[in-house]
Nanobody, 126 residues
Framework: QVQLVESGGGLVQAGGSLRLSCAASGLTFSRSPMGWLRQPPGKEREFVAAISSRGTGTYYADGVKGRFTISRDNAANAVYLQMKSLKPEDTAVYYC???????????????????WGQGTQVTVSS
């Protein structure tokens, strides 16, 4: 059974930083692209960042490019999202997600992910 557990969310002032972590189990992590998505209050879930299975390819939503960095540690079965220069519009529940087993290409589509964590709240105050 695939399990994804996020941590590291919290309340931060605008301009601050946070680092989210996701611990994965129950999947062949080293072969799986991974993604971070978020759901702002009252809005649909949206793509934030994705990373290839070996970490050699990264993809970002336009609104977070240059501020967020996705990375992974395959030895630890973990994926991270470093967030800097946070803005109030970054406020959301952030989810770690994995595509179906066998998918090798990272996706920016929320529907491309089958497995989701429980989410971690990030609140950025102005």
């Amino acid at each position: 059974q695939v399990q994804l557990v996020e941590s590291g969310g919290g309340l931060v002032q605008a301009g601050g930083s946070l680092r989210l972590s996701c611990a994965a189990s129950g999947l062949t992590f080293s072969r799986s692209p991974m993604g971070w998505l978020r759901q702002p209050p009252g809005k649909e879930r949206e793509f934030v960042a994705a990373i290839s299975s070996r970490g050699t390819g990264t993809y970002y939503a336009d609104g977070v490019k240059g501020r967020f960095t996705i990375s992974r540690d395959n030895a630890a079965n973990a994926v991270y999202l470093q967030m800097k220069s946070l803005k109030p519009e970054d406020t959301a529940v952030y989810y770690c997600a994995a595509p179906p087993e066998g998918v090798i290409v990272p996706t920016t589509r929320p529907r491309g992910y089958d497995y989701w964590g429980q989410g971690t709240q990030v609140t950025v105050s102005s």
